[in-house]
């Protein structure tokens, strides 16, 4: 049975550093505590699972703490998690029963990572991360933000989901704020970096640097196929909130460079017709997203929402909005079939005169 030891750096996490390690104590063999400064009661937390804590000067590198946190793992395996992270019962048996069926020959264990619910708790954003690492196979972590690993070797995908339970409510500058030094420090940004930086200018809506450095980011060609389809996502939110709906639209659909249509973009295109209140051309790109096969893009920024409760629940108003009321009733009820509990189908259930009638149903 291979070994795992858990390899986490944390500050100032004591509303949830016990959360996330009551949930994977019993799935791990060694837990590694790299603190970088906490002012609360986190340590303290952390001795209650784990001898194994130190500090580390927090130099506004990610990746330099987690090479850290990494190299005082002793297991055949490097696991890493979040403080905000956990593993569900379900998962947490699915990690035990794995480290006895790793082959020999596999480095990385790649794991879906959920960070979005719909209201009875389903994930409904997903995308894959390397959580576990064979020790002897690491290379490093790069990258001051948004860190990626590097290994060598072979990877296969693990049928373990860890699940991002945050209960933060706002979130600062930090990461902007290291990119910005990194740029004036003429430290080289990877086409990764260049994605990721970009993307953060957009959250704290600095559109116009945004868009410079996307559309830098694009133009190089070197970045991964996954980024670069974000990257136009990205592009378009930008050309939007400036309004701009022809570039908006052109952004989405270079997309199509890089891969064929992804639902996630379909219902995009399909977002801003309707802001146009072009509802039949609306119309055609909700109905390409559902009918869209599913298929694995690995890596890929996943929207389960996109591929049958949003297209429903949008085809539901552009049909009412075109004087279509059964093909409306119709979609919004396919949209409850996804997502019962949605405040959007309840009101149009009322909206239609259904409410009574349907609620009935459900109980």
Request: glycine content about 6%; some cysteine; proline content about 3%.
């Given at each position: 049975m291979a070994t795992i030891s858990l390899c986490m750096i944390v500050k100032d996490e004591e509303q949830v550093l016990g959360r996330c390690l009551d949930s994977v104590?019993?799935?791990?063999?060694?837990?590694?505590?790299?603190?970088?400064?906490?002012?609360?009661?986190?340590?303290?937390?952390?001795?209650?699972?784990?001898?194994?804590?130190?500090?580390?000067?927090w130099i506004d590198d990610f990746s330099a703490a987690r090479n850290f946190s990494f190299s005082k793992g002793n297991?055949?395996?490097?696991?890493?998690?979040?403080?905000?992270?956990?593993?569900?019962?379900?998962d947490r048996q699915n990690l035990i029963r794995l480290k006895d069926r790793i082959p020999s020959d596999v480095s990385a264990v790649m794991m879906p990572y959920h960070t979005a619910f719909d209201e009875e708790g389903r994930p409904v954003f997903s995308f894959e991360r390397e959580r576990l690492i064979r020790r002897e196979?690491?290379?490093?972590?790069?990258?001051?933000?948004?860190?990626?690993?590097?290994?060598?070797?072979?990877?296969?995908?693990?049928?373990?989901?860890?699940?991002?339970?945050?209960?933060?409510?706002?979130?600062?500058?930090?990461?902007?704020?290291?990119?910005?030094?990194?740029?004036e420090a003429g430290e080289?940004?990877?086409?990764?970096?260049?994605?990721?930086?970009?993307?953060?200018?957009?959250?704290?809506?600095?559109?116009?640097?945004?868009?410079?450095?996307?559309?830098?980011?694009?133009s190089q060609g070197k970045g991964w196929k996954e980024n670069c389809i974000e990257a136009c996502r990205v592009l378009s939110?930008?050309?939007?909130?400036?309004?701009n709906a022809s570039k908006a639209m052109g952004a989405l659909t270079a997309s199509f460079y890089y891969d064929e249509p992804r639902a996630e973009v379909c219902c995009e295109i399909g977002e801003l017709f309707?802001?146009?209140?072009?509802?039949e051309t609306a119309v055609f790109w909700y109905e390409l997203a559902l009918k869209l096969p599913e298929k694995n893009h690995e890596g890929a920024f996943v929207s389960e929402d996109a591929r049958g409760y949003l297209p429903c629940i949008q085809l539901c108003v552009c049909h009412d909005r075109l004087g279509n009321r059964e093909k409306a009733i119709e979609y919004n009820l396919a949209a409850g079939r996804y997502r019962p509990r949605s405040e959007a189908y309840r009101k149009n259930l009322s909206y239609f005169g259904m409410e009574s009638e349907h609620l009935q149903k459900e109980k």
């Amino acid at each position: 049975m291979a070994t795992i030891s858990l390899c986490m750096i944390v500050k100032d996490e004591e509303q949830v550093l016990g959360r996330c390690l009551d949930s994977v104590r019993e799935a791990v063999d060694e837990i590694v505590i790299v603190d970088t400064g906490s002012r609360d009661r986190t340590k303290e937390i952390a001795k209650g699972y784990t001898d194994r804590i130190y500090d580390f000067q927090w130099i506004d590198d990610f990746s330099a703490a987690r090479n850290f946190s990494f190299s005082k793992g002793n297991g055949d395996f490097l696991f890493w998690l979040d403080a905000d992270d956990v593993l569900e019962e379900k998962d947490r048996q699915n990690l035990i029963r794995l480290k006895d069926r790793i082959p020999s020959d596999v480095s990385a264990v790649m794991m879906p990572y959920h960070t979005a619910f719909d209201e009875e708790g389903r994930p409904v954003f997903s995308f894959e991360r390397e959580r576990l690492i064979r020790r002897e196979a690491f290379i490093s972590w790069q990258g001051r933000v948004h860190e990626v690993i590097a290994y060598r070797g072979k990877r296969m995908h693990g049928d373990v989901c860890v699940t991002h339970r945050s209960v933060k409510r706002t979130y600062p500058r930090r990461n902007l704020r290291i990119y910005e030094k990194q740029e004036e420090a003429g430290e080289p940004f990877s086409p990764r970096d260049q994605f990721y930086y970009g993307r953060e200018l957009y959250y704290h809506k600095l559109y116009d640097r945004a868009i410079q450095r996307l559309e830098e980011f694009l133009s190089q060609g070197k970045g991964w196929k996954e980024n670069c389809i974000e990257a136009c996502r990205v592009l378009s939110y930008c050309y939007r909130e400036k309004g701009n709906a022809s570039k908006a639209m052109g952004a989405l659909t270079a997309s199509f460079y890089y891969d064929e249509p992804r639902a996630e973009v379909c219902c995009e295109i399909g977002e801003l017709f309707m802001s146009l209140s072009r509802y039949e051309t609306a119309v055609f790109w909700y109905e390409l997203a559902l009918k869209l096969p599913e298929k694995n893009h690995e890596g890929a920024f996943v929207s389960e929402d996109a591929r049958g409760y949003l297209p429903c629940i949008q085809l539901c108003v552009c049909h009412d909005r075109l004087g279509n009321r059964e093909k409306a009733i119709e979609y919004n009820l396919a949209a409850g079939r996804y997502r019962p509990r949605s405040e959007a189908y309840r009101k149009n259930l009322s909206y239609f005169g259904m409410e009574s009638e349907h609620l009935q149903k459900e109980k």
